[in-house]
């Protein structure tokens, strides 16, 4: 069964020139992580942010850090984005030769790993990696820029993977990632996803937008329920550190 709805915002869309500014600001604005999109220019056509840039972001954020790889190959940063402060790390299935060994290897560290889904991508990805997995990151754009549509055929795929997750009885995030507003997450939430990336639907208007953008990504329940309550809703869960076994 799916969770609460975590929020994480993608700070692609965010002002470059005031990151720190802009990372306390959707902390405080109620965001459950925040979203960093990791782009080399060679496995998508932009260059983005790197692991020094990461490290200078964690003092301004309690909140986990949620590390997306669009980089190839995948496994040689693996390490420095960790040790920069990734709490989740996810990677795509076509960044490196063995996938298992790469979600293994981020495990390792006591980091959530995950993989992330193209458009195009198949679910057969999925077939013996679940049991690695904490994460599964639908992309409903094809990655590489923000501002892109929704693309609704991914609906579909969100709702066949949630179907998979409940196979397994384990509390894998089923996060989406690609023109989210508060119209294509209630799309998003319906299908099965309980975690949702947005950029330019969070980091509109100006600072002080931010917490009621964020509610209205949440849906309207949500927002009734803190409207009418007394007490505040249920707060989505804590991201705690990967158990490794004995």
Known sequence: MQSELLISPSILSADFAELGKEVRAIDAAGADMIHIDVMDGHYVPNITI??????????????????????????PMIDAFIDAGADLLTVHPDAGP???????????????????????????????????????????????????????SQLEKIAEIRKRIDQTGRDIILEVDGGVNPLTAIECRRAGA?????????????GASYAENILALRGPEFVAQLQTSKSPPKSPPKITSVTQPA
């Open 50 to 75: 790197g692991p020094a840039i990461v490290k200078a972001l964690k003092p301004h954020s309690k909140k986990p850090f949620d590390v997306h790889l669009m980089i190839t190959p995948a496994d």
């Open 98 to 152: 063995h996938l298992h060994r790469t979600l293994q290897a981020i495990r390792a560290r006591g980091v959530k790993a995950g993989i992330a889904l193209n458009p195009g991508t198949s679910l057969d990805v999925l077939d013996y990696v679940m049991d690695s997995l904490d994460i599964i990151l639908v992309m409903s754009v094809n990655p590489g820029f923000g501002g892109q549509s929704f693309i609704h």
């Open 194 to 206: 309980n975690a949702l990336v947005a950029g330019s639907a969070v980091f509109k208007g100006a």
